[in-house]
């Protein structure tokens, strides 16, 4: 980690931008819950947390592997000497919708799902470019002067 990261994110709008995430994050799970403690009504307790535990342990699963496809990609963009803009904001995206794949909860497995597909996540990950205000142009040039294997 470089000092820029460092100082970068001691920035109060960097600041403010990752609480922003942080609480669309809560709210998610907020809302994962209340969705929980009314189908309990419904059906078994038991019964829908072990729906939860399989469809957390499959969602990971899917995730590693979407997201092992989308840094090879990244890779073979590399290696072809162009800025391969695309696969990076698809990997960030595929990113967000991991962590909302896995995390415990219908509402954020289907947030996560949405996100995993290839529209959604490149355009969530060009708003996460755009928002974070990174530059892939120099991101790509410490790679390609390091020589790093993602």
Same mark, same amino acid.
């Given at each position: 980690?470089?000092?820029?990261?460092?100082?970068?994110?001691?920035?109060?709008?960097?600041?403010?931008?990752?609480?922003?995430?942080?609480?669309?994050?809560?709210?998610?799970?907020?809302?994962?819950?209340?969705?929980?403690?009314?189908?309990?009504?419904?059906?078994?307790? @038991?019964?829908?947390? /072990?729906?939860?535990?399989?469809?957390? &342990?499959? !969602?990971?699963?899917?995730?590693?592997?979407?997201?092992?496809?989308?840094?090879?990609?990244?890779?073979?963009?590399?290696?072809?000497?162009?800025?391969?803009?695309?696969? &990076?904001?698809?990997?960030?995206?595929?990113?967000?919708?991991?962590?909302f794949f896995i995390i415990p909860g219908f509402i954020s497995?289907?947030?996560? /799902?949405?996100?995993?597909?290839?529209?959604? !996540?490149?355009?969530v990950g060009d708003k996460l470019i755009y928002y974070f205000?990174?530059?892939?142009? #120099?991101?790509? #040039?410490?790679?390609?002067? @390091? #020589?790093l294997e993602i």
């Amino acid at each position: 980690m470089n000092i820029k990261v460092i100082l970068k994110s001691l920035n109060i709008k960097s600041l403010d931008r990752f609480l922003n995430f942080v609480l669309v994050l809560s709210l998610v799970l907020l809302g994962d819950i209340l969705l929980i403690v009314f189908l309990s009504v419904y059906w078994h307790t @038991y019964l829908i947390l /072990a729906i939860l535990c399989f469809l957390t &342990f499959l !969602s990971f699963i899917i995730s590693k592997a979407i997201l092992k496809k989308s840094l090879s990609n990244l890779n073979l963009g590399l290696k072809s000497g162009v800025i391969p803009e695309k696969e &990076f904001s698809m990997l960030f995206g595929n990113m967000v919708g991991a962590v909302f794949f896995i995390i415990p909860g219908f509402i954020s497995f289907i947030i996560g /799902a949405f996100l995993l597909y290839n529209i959604f !996540s490149k355009k969530v990950g060009d708003k996460l470019i755009y928002y974070f205000d990174l530059n892939i142009t #120099e991101l790509y #040039e410490y790679i390609k002067l @390091y #020589e790093l294997e993602i």
